[in-house]
């Protein structure tokens, strides 16, 4: 098995002048990055001043560092003016993330041409995993506007002589699967729902596409399963947030979690109550810090997403630290009295339903005994809400909810790539 094309590129980049990479290598950098990070923070951003008051001045060791306070989503809503460590002329781009609250502010932020060029090449270099030179990849992520994510793929896939095709998100998935069979892409990039509605439409005359990666939200299991029946190729999951740059790491061919961009990232996993570091192996909540972001750095921030790192080394030879795929989010969950289920415990078992493409969960009610809706997309009328019903019961806990299921053709235009949450009405319905 070859090892991540990651390791190279991050022995490149940290200067470690040798074929081989060590732990020592990247944990020296990355302390060395936290410091000049730290110091531009303290320096150029007004937040960071008071938030990093009475903290070392600089580390010794990244054990220090984990004294240090966490930030979060709310410290970008209140004034993400604030957290800018550069004048706002030299910002080329901001993204604002709405809420999926109904109240609170969205997030906004904002990227220097330097904090572009490092996505891009990250970009180019995680495709490289499992795309050659002169292969045509079919991007089905918004890519309209320069440095939009589709943008930034594609000028990082134009540099390591990759083909794409820019597309956009898939609205009319018969008009997506009529462009990958004429441009004969050798790949696909897109959301998990999405990629799968174009799959279940997928017939064998058509143009096979031998790889596929999936991206912008949890990637589930019983989706990855489905592609791979259908086209027989490989899926590949990437885990990024706007937050880490757009691009946070990727699998290699041993599919056994993410490879973590480390020269530019470092990643902690801390228990979500007390902030404590945990141990590799042992689940918590993911921290990160950018090492090399010069606009908008964020120092220690909380995703909100459940993982932990691997032990042990992957079959892929690589010193890099592995990360699980993400399994839930802290945040993210429905509370029954005691219980308390996941998202991605809804995905799993349903994606595995034939013909269903999508799904919405709504809670309403109290919390002693929530009222559940799912409405279930299906891409005929071939899947009952008795088969949905059926296949719920597979999930503990669920007799802590009033359940109701409701199952409608999917709508010709999905929409947008936004991740799926669970969406709570306040007023009973
Ligand atoms: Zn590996």
């Given at each position: 098995m070859e090892i991540t094309p990651l390791e190279p590129w991050i022995c490149r980049k940290i200067g470690a002048g040798r074929a081989e990479l060590t732990r020592q290598e990247i944990e020296a950098w990355q302390l060395h990055k936290l410091n000049e990070t730290l110091s531009l923070a303290r320096s150029g951003s007004a937040f960071y001043k008071r938030h990093l008051a009475?903290?070392?001045?600089?580390?010794?060791?990244?054990?220090?560092?984990?004294?240090f306070p966490f930030t979060g989503p709310e410290d970008i809503r209140r004034?993400?003016?604030?957290?800018?460590?550069?004048?706002?002329?030299?910002?080329?781009r901001v993204v604002t993330l709405q809420s999926s609250g109904t109240t609170g502010e969205p997030k906004r932020l904002y990227f220097t041409t330097g904090d572009q060029e490092l996505t891009r090449d990250f970009f180019g270099v995680g495709m490289s995993t499992f795309v050659r030179p002169g292969e045509r990849v079919l991007i089905l992520l918004p890519?309209?506007?320069?440095?939009s994510v589709g943008d930034l793929l594609r000028s990082g896939l134009e540099r390591l002589e990759m083909a794409p095709i820019p597309y956009g998100p898939v609205r009319d998935p018969a008009h997506a699967l009529e462009t990958l069979n004429h441009q004969k892409a050798d790949c696909l990039v897109g959301s998990p729902t999405q990629v799968l509605g174009m799959a279940l439409r997928w017939r064998p005359e058509m143009h096979r596409p031998r790889s596929v990666l999936l991206s912008t939200d949890y990637v589930p299991a019983a989706i990855v399963k489905t592609l791979r029946a259908v086209w027989g190729g490989d899926v590949y999951n990437h885990y990024g947030t706007t937050e880490m740059g757009l691009g946070g790491g990727v699998e290699c061919?041993?599919?056994?979690g993410y490879h973590l961009r480390e020269a530019d990232l470092y990643f902690e996993i801390v228990?979500?109550?007390?902030?404590e570091h945990v141990e590799d192996g042992e689940f918590g909540e993911v921290v990160f810090t950018t090492l090399?972001?010069?606009g908008m750095p964020l120092i220690r921030?909380?995703?909100g997403d459940r993982s932990r790192f691997l032990r042990g080394q992957c079959p892929c030879g690589t010193v890099l630290k592995t990360m699980e795929k993400?399994?839930?989010?802290?945040?993210?969950f429905i509370r029954a009295g005691e219980a308390c289920l996941q998202l991605p415990e809804f995905d799993e078992t349903l994606f595995t339903?034939?013909?269903?493409l999508d799904y919405t969960l709504t809670v309403a009610g109290s919390e002693e005994k929530p009222r559940l809706v799912i409405e279930a997309q299906t891409l005929?009328?071939?899947?009952?809400e008795e088969t949905v019903y059926r296949a719920l019961r597979?999930?503990?806990?669920?007799?802590?909810l009033d359940v109701r299921v409701r199952c409608c053709p999917a709508p010709h235009h999905p929409g947008s790539i936004a991740k799926r949450v669970i969406l709570r009405e306040t007023a009973e319905v």
């Open positions: 009475g903290m070392p001045q600089v580390l010794s060791s990244l054990d220090e560092f984990r004294q004034n993400p003016l604030h957290l800018l460590c550069v004048s706002q002329d030299q910002i080329r890519g309209e506007r320069a440095g061919a041993a599919h056994r228990d979500p109550l007390t902030g090399t972001c010069e921030y909380r995703m993400a399994s839930g989010r802290y945040d993210g339903l034939p013909g269903l005929d009328s071939g899947l009952s597979g999930i503990p806990f669920l007799d802590a």
